[in-house]
């Protein structure tokens, strides 16, 4: 039981690490590409640019959530 703990931890701390909101925004990019895949709107070189494009854009509105000034 002490080994399942343990492992679940590892895979906790490797995938939301220390931010919640940059995990979150990866995986709702990766749901929205394979909601795209599954319609068969874009090829396959579209597709890729696309789930590419998205991440780096859910990666950067998460970053910019958290390096905004902080209201008073």
Known sequence: MKFLKAFGQFW???IIGDDWKIAVAV???LGVTLAV???GALGD???TLFGGV???VA???SLAIDVRPKRR
């Open 37 to 39: 895949m599954a319609t």
């Open 59 to 61: 990666f950067a509105i």
């Open 27 to 29: 995986v709702l990019a």
């Open 45 to 47: 070189t579209a597709l």
């Open 54 to 56: 998205a991440i780096v």
């Open 12 to 14: 906790y701390d490797f």
